[in-house]
């Protein structure tokens, strides 16, 4: 979708004597007046200036030279169009460029430039209780940016701003609610809860950074409701949800089935409400995990991220008690070592540099206390070459007593490059 801005302007002809005589300086002289919204007139080239400033700015006018040689005017007509695209507001948060009336009618706050001036960069945050079809919303806790102590329900409706809008995707840029019980960790005190969509897990505790796609369906459907339950002991909440709708056709769209998806030859994958010192594994979940494989790599590597804050990692604990060293566990089997309750899915993996013995090994599970694809005490690099890249996380309703203070997972990942060993 476009704005357009109408330009109308009286070049008054003053006379001859007057400084005022030429189009060019009427310019100069109307624009410090402030009539109008340009600092300088460089030449008396309206064109050249709009379009070298921004090939996305077209304009049609007219210039109509007065028919009577002795009229005192002249008068210049301009519509200036540009995309409502994403721009970045004074305020650091993003917006939509469009005009200031289009931004007060659509609910949003302008904040800052954009379109070379002719546009103003209109930011939507919402809160309790209301909906919106803009993109780019930030959904934001009552009193934001002030916490939120309180008890209650506070939701967003999400309705497509078009029907060829396939996924929304939620950035958490600020999400602290309080964590799940320490028992079996399940989220019954705060709780995030998106509905309307394909099943996503309940999710609570510290998210910051962390993304969710939603799917929203084909064509015209139900609107996605995003609800934040607040409950029990006194706690100060603070969140801010970026709303992005994501077409169809898009190229950021996630593959089907991916809760989470990664762009990129490297980066990090967390669990939710992963922190090493204080995060506890979220109980209930069973979601996909996506990397898109870029061109040209055929692998993927894992590796448990560094922990600076526990004597013993702690980046990869999803069973056990995490209060000491547990070795890595493996399979779908209900033996000791068997990964039955809790496991990240890494498809057929195994760990980087290991001769393969002769029946070729590779495993599925992993869970334990430390991350590899073999029984071991030792973390190792994981490699998988199952396309497309995906992990899938899954865990149960119970901890206690088996499994004590699990954090969840946090690793690196590399993409590798397709050769005689990966391919
Ligand atoms: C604004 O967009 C930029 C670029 O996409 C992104 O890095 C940044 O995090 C966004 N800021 C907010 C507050 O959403
Ligand atoms: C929403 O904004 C993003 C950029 O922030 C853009 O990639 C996407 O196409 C927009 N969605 C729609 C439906 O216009
Ligand atoms: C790490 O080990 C030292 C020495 O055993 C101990 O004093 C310290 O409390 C440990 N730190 C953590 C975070 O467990
Ligand atoms: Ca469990």
């Not at 050249?48 to 090939?55: D, E, H, I, S, Y």
């Not at 939120?148 to 609610?177: E, M, W």
Request: hydrophobic share 35%; glycine share 10%; proline share 5%.
């Amino acid at each position: 979708m476009v704005s357009k801005v109408l330009l109308l302007v009286l070049l008054l002809k003053f006379c001859k004597s007057n400084d005022i005589s030429s189009p060019n300086t009427a310019m100069k002289w109307m624009a410090s007046k402030g009539v109008l919204n340009r600092v300088s007139f460089p030449r008396w080239n309206f064109d050249g200036l709009l379009n070298k400033a921004n090939p996305a700015n077209k304009r049609e006018s007219g210039f109509w030279p007065s028919s009577q040689k002795e009229s005192r005017f002249l008068s210049l007509f301009t519509v200036v169009t540009f995309p409502n695209g994403a721009c970045a507001g004074a305020s650091g948060d993003n917006g939509t460029c469009m005009t200031a009336r289009e931004c007060s009618t659509r609910g949003g706050s302008a904040n800052g430039q954009c379109a070379n001036g002719f546009g103003l960069c209109c930011i939507f945050m919402t809160s309790c209780g209301s909906s919106t079809s803009e993109n780019g919303t930030y959904f934001v806790n009552a009193g934001y940016p002030s916490s939120y102590d309180g008890a209650g329900s506070c939701d967003l409706t999400v309705i497509k701003s078009h029907p060829d809008v396939c996924q929304i995707r939620l950035d958490f840029n600020r999400f602290t609610i309080a964590g799940p019980e320490p028992t079996n960790h399940v989220c019954n005190q705060d709780q995030f809860i998106v509905s309307g969509g394909n099943p996503i897990p309940t999710i609570c505790g510290v998210n910051q950074g962390s993304h969710m796609y939603v799917d929203a369906g084909v064509g015209t459907t139900q609107p996605v409701k995003l609800t934040f339950v607040t409950s029990g002991n006194s706690y100060e909440r603070i969140w801010k949800v970026k709303i992005t709708q994501i077409p169809c056709s898009s190229i950021y769209k996630a593959d089907e089935g991916c809760l989470q998806y990664y762009t990129g030859v490297s980066g990090q994958l967390r669990s939710f409400n992963y922190d090493p010192a204080s995060g506890l594994q979220l109980s209930n979940q069973d979601y996909g995990i996506c990397v898109r494989m870029e061109r040209n790599f055929c692998g993927i590597q894992y590796t448990a991220c560094p922990d600076n804050v526990n004597n013993r990692s702690r980046a990869f604990t999803l069973s056990g008690n995490s209060n000491g060293p547990v070795n890595a566990m493996i399979g779908s089997g209900t033996a000791i070592n068997n990964c039955a309750n809790d496991w990240l899915l890494v498809p057929c993996a195994t760990n980087v540099g290991r001769v393969q013995p002769a029946q070729a090994l590779c495993t599925d599970r992993i869970c334990g206390g430390t991350f590899s694809a073999e029984l071991s005490m030792t973390a190792a690099t994981v490699l998988s070459t199952v396309k497309p890249f995906r992990l899938w996380f899954h865990a149960d309703n119970i901890e206690a007593p088996i499994d004590i203070d699990n954090r969840g997972f946090c690793l690196n990942y590399v993409q590798q490059p397709c050769t005689n060993n990966v391919a």
